[in-house]
């Protein structure tokens, strides 16, 4: 081997091919990494995939590209800037509202409110291109656009809401588009086409609408048609339809040029100072004058009831004269100044040219079958810019084709900002030019009817109206089609995201990829558009999906800059936060302004949507804005309730669970965590932790195994908190790590619950008893409530229902009224909501226990607790044979186990022995002598001076006084007394609880001595003895009830 001379070293992680193909690290330089190898690749190996990365079009596979498949070279797209972003959003921004409706909105806002109203709109629509040029440019985006962007940047909810809202914008668009097809078709080109004809006065718009619902039918079938046979001919056509909209502009601006010095013939009748409509004659006079003879126009017979001069005219007929003006005066004219103002109208108004001289006439003359120009709609300034502002969108078509883009990050910026800054100043200046130009009366007209029927924008081109009515046509047309094709691909992609799991179906297509099932959903929705039929009614509908969209691109943009995250590196430098906030809030000013319930409708839409994707969607991690800015949030709330308890009044159990986990890793005691969601009903910190035994380092795999374990229970037990694990040398170490440690800042626990030891007798456990009364020490150390939930495998799911019983609280001591305050609690689950309350108390020898009850339901009574009060009076007596023999077993155990170094079995033997001995004294002397007979073997087995010298014999090395002094010993008499506390306050707990379904109890605190820990684990036992449902409460100290509010 040339070089070095050192060998090329063998690795494990380095397969043959990796050899092969040279990427085999040389000699030892990297010796030290090698073993890192297979997870954290090299560099120069990075790089090298990184290089090789080609951005190609995601998604769907065309026709072409399924053929170029079977070719092994890949073609990668250079489509540039101009084409491949500022061409596709100036014809999507450009279309039917210019053409149709523009002129309209002018006429009746005024220059100055529209210039207001689309100034507003475009301003909406830049800012918003800014704020998603900095997402756009903040890493690859393939193709999926807008959807893309704010689903990666706000998270899957928020993603597939705005997505599917962005979704039915477009289709709804397409729908717009096919009306302003059919408009442009049956009004202005082909008028003869229509199918339903008017058969009475008035009824023009209804049989408009019914046409309009047939054309569009057909249409979106034929359209539907295209798209599925072949998208590849739809976007070779797209640059015709471009051209068609460049050409119909450039005619317009051409033909206000020529009326500053050649302005076009379009002259306007008027009777008085109303527009009369030009289908219905031909002359615009009362008499016209042929071979010197006077004779009645086509007009007059449509006023008087005859061609006669002394026929019956129309008041207003009568009274004005006919006067003609010209449509459109030219640039020079100086009838700016009357468009500058406003003119809105009622429905079925009729247009009146303002400062025009005329006489009313009486009011009673009806004037619905003559023929005046009328207003189709009620026209307020809210209305006009629901409709003008689909005019504006269509800026998302270059971030729609990312994927295509030579450099996406450099294009979609500048082409996109050049587009919208293009669009906004023909805009502007159309306004202006129209306003300057044409009469008053026809920009008001909004079909043309006073010029002949033709297109109002049309009458000012040049060199032919019919440049724009045929340029319009295909270029809306082209749009529809355009919506077609885009909107199904993007429900296919929120599909294939899997976020939305009801549309999964739409996700699927033909073999090269083409979206049917979405195409089909599409023209369908489409439909619904097209039955609406109205144009001026489906735009508004378009506006609030749009501005939901933008509105959360502004919202992504301005969450992501505040967040300063990591991330968040944008190539496109031009942006602030406060831009995509005012972007934001001008998006949602916009919503309302348009139409409020509109607006309320679609939030109401994008809602469910978002709640259903958070309740049912697959979990999508993609690292967004919304779980950083939780996280700021958490950090912010965290760092404020650092700054001191909390107040009484907001007190409530924040728990730590401590789970005992079996050698499979699995909760021993699932009840726990039921018992936990029905106290916490979700509200407030729960932390459920374990301890394993061992090392870390040892134990990786079964800390993670047991913390998957224990999520999942969490999870079928509806406890919604934390899972925290600890692996320590010892059981007792652990446990107390995590009542130290568990937590964050103010977020800590302040009450600990766990489950009694059952098996603390048994002698292999000997040491669960001394971490019970540990735990019991540690926590009033840290000045934390303690829960010990006893016979916890007793308690119910959180399935099942108590119809009826009690809780019983005894309340012995008070610790802070923990005791008042859990029962009341668990009553707001569905488990206990049907038990009732009751609480006890013990009154001794020298209390008024009448006066007791009183004070205690006035007590419960300001505390707003719904309660039974009873005083139990437990009255000084003798201590019982029973106690001081209970009390000697329970010592001479404790001092046997201490003393004799007894083998495994043996000791359970004794332990055995000891516990049959207590059974056995508490029951009857019938049961005595029945168990002796039953048992005759274990009856001998007790502690004789024979089974002593054996002993004595068989463990020669014991200290042979010890056992004398176990059977010469007398009962420690404080022992005695706490005994004869537990066994007389368990009699009265039995007769007055046996059957409630939940017992609470004062739990006493461990002897100071410790000495006495075992004994103190037997008081506790005697004390819950023939009890089902017990939780011992040990309350911290401070008070978590008040009667105040």
Known sequence: MKG???????????????????????????????????????????????????????????????????????????????????????????????????????????????????????????????????????????AGGSYYMISRSLGPEFGGAVGLCFYLGTTFAGAMYILGTIEILLTYISPSAAIFKAEEVGEETKAMLNNMRVYGTCIILLMAIV????????????????????????????????????????PICLLGNRTLSKRSFDVCAKFTESNNETKTTTLWRLFCDSS??????????????????????????????????????????ILEKKNQASVAGSEETKIGGLPYVFTDIMTYFTMLVGIYFPSVTGIMAGSNRSGDLKDAQKSIPTGTILAISTTSLIYLSCIVLFGACIEGVVLRDKFGEAVNGNLVVATLAWPSPWVIVIGSFFSTCGAGLQSLTGAPRLLQAIARDGIVPFIQVFGHGKANGEPTWALLLTAGICEIGILIASLDSVAPILSMFFLMCYMFVNLACAVQTLLRTPNWRPRFKYYHWTLSFLGMSLCLALMFICSWYYALIAMLIAGCIYKYIEYRGAEKEWGDGIRGLSLNAARYALLRVEDGPPHTKNW??????????????????????????????????????????????????????????????????????????????????????????????????????????????????????????????????????????????????????????????????????????????????????????????????????????????????????????????????????????????????????????????????????????NTASH????????????????????????????????????????????????????????MHTAVKLNGVVLDKSQHAQLVLLNMPGPPKNRKGDENYMEFLEVLTEGLDRVLLVRGSGREVITIYS
């Open 4 to 142: 070095d001379g050192i060998a090329k070293e063998s690795s494990p992680f380095i397969n043959i091919a990796e050899m092969d193909r040279g990427n085999m690290y040389e000699g030892k330089n990297m010796a030290l990494f090698e073993e890192e190898m297979d997870s954290n690749p090299m560099v120069s190996s990075l790089l090298n995939k990184l290089a090789n990365y080609t951005n190609l079009t995601q998604g769907v596979v065309e026709h072409e590209a399924d053929e170029d498949s079977k070719r092994k070279e890949v073609k990668v797209p250079r489509m540039g800037t101009f084409i491949g972003v500022y061409l596709p959003c100036l014809q999507n921004i450009l279309g039917v509202i210019l053409f149709l409706r523009l002129t309209w909105i002018v006429g009746t806002a005024g220059v100055l409110e529209s210039f207001i109203i689309v100034f507003m709109c475009c301003a909406c629509t830049m800012l918003t291109a800014i704020s998603m040029s900095a997402i756009a440019t903040n890493g690859v985006v393939p």
């Open 227 to 266: 798209v599925f046979v072949g998208v590849k001919y739809v976007n070779k056509l797209a640059l015709v339809f471009l051209a068609c909209v460049i050409l119909s502009i450039i005619a317009i601006y051409a033909g206000v040029i020529k009326t500053a010095f050649d302005p076009p013939d379009f």
């Open 308 to 349: 006669l001069f002394n026929a019956t005219c129309d008041d207003y007929f009568s009274l004005n004269n006919v006067t003609e003006i010209q449509g459109i005066p030219g640039i020079m004219s100086g009838v700016l100044t009357d468009n500058l103002w406003s003119a809105y109208s009622e429905k079925g108004s």
């Open 652 to 917: 409530r159990p924040q728990l730590l669970v401590l789970l005992n986990l079996d050698n499979e890793q699995l909760v021993k005691h699932p009840r726990l965590l039921s018992f936990t969601s029905q106290l916490k009903a979700g509200k407030g910190l729960t932390i459920v932790g374990s301890v394993l035994q061992g090392v870390y380092l040892d134990k990786c795999t079964e800390t993670q195994k047991a913390e998957e374990n224990v999520k999942a229970l969490m999870g079928v037990e509806k406890t919604k908190g934390f899972c925290q694990i600890v692996v320590s040398p010892n059981f007792r170490d652990g446990i107390s790590y995590l009542i130290q440690s568990a937590g964050l800042g103010g977020m800590k626990h302040n009450t600990v619950l766990m489950a009694w030891p059952q098996s603390w007798k048994q002698t292999e456990n000997r040491f669960s008893w001394k971490n019970f009364v540990d735990t019991v020490r540690e926590t009033t150390a840290a000045q934390q409530a303690l829960l010990v939930a006893k016979n916890i495998d007793l308690f119910p799911t959180n399935q099942e229902r108590f119809t009826e019983g009690n809780i019983d609280v005894w309340w012995i001591v008070h610790d802070g009224g923990m005791l008042m305050l859990l029962p009341f609690l668990l009553r707001q689950h569905k488990v206990w909501r049907k038990c009732k309350m009751r609480i006890f108390t013990v009154a001794q020898m020298d209390d008024n226990s009448i006066q007791m009850k009183k004070d205690l339901q006035m007590f419960l009574y300001h505390l707003r607790l719904n309660a039974e009060v009873e005083v139990v009076e437990m009255f000084e007596n003798d201590i019982s044979a029973f106690t001081y023999e209970k009390t000697l077993m329970m010592e001479q155990r404790s001092q046997m186990l201490k003393q004799m170094q007894l083998s495994k079995n043996e000791r359970e033997r004794e332990a055995q022995l000891i516990h049959d001995r």
């Open 923 to 978: 029951s009857t002397p019938a049961v005595k002598s029945s168990v002796a007979a039953a048992m005759p073997e274990k009856v001998q087995m007790t502690w004789t001076k024979e089974k002593f010298v054996a002993e004595k014999h068989k463990n020669k090395d014991l200290n042979v006084s010890g056992f004398k002094d176990i059977f010469n010993m007398k009962p420690n008499q404080t022992n005695v007394r706490r």
